[in-house]
């Protein structure tokens, strides 16, 4: 179970390096920035087909989505100097918190 996770975070860490790519794309026009976007999300996507095998998809899905949101929060706080209200603060500490719970009362699910 340790190694599907290692995977899951391995797809989360792709997608945010990737997502965070996107405004240095200039909407596509800059090659090197597009081409390692595109790079980063099919790895992601590849490493979550492991995950899939081993986590039914509605807790892969919660635990890539929430805990990407919340990294790309924090990253376009730090990199792009972009605010964050209190409210927004409090609604990423929630999606923590619920991606905590699913995966630790979803262990009777599969």
Not at 4 to 22: H, R
Not at 70 to 97: D, E, H, M, N, P
């Amino acid at each position: 179970m340790i190694k599907t996770y290692l995977y899951l975070f391995g797809a989360i860490f792709f997608e945010v390096a990737g997502t965070m790519l996107l405004p240095l794309t200039n909407n596509f026009t800059k090659p090197i920035p597009t081409f390692l976007l595109a790079v980063f999300y099919l790895f992601a996507f590849y490493l979550l087909t492991f995950v899939t095998q081993k986590l039914p998809i509605a807790i892969m899905y919660a635990t890539w989505s929430g805990l990407g949101i919340f990294t790309i929060a924090i990253l376009g706080y730090i990199f792009y100097k972009q605010t964050l209200s209190w409210q927004a603060i409090l609604g990423l500490f929630l999606i923590v918190v619920g991606v905590v719970l699913v995966n630790s009362f979803s262990s009777k699910v599969y």
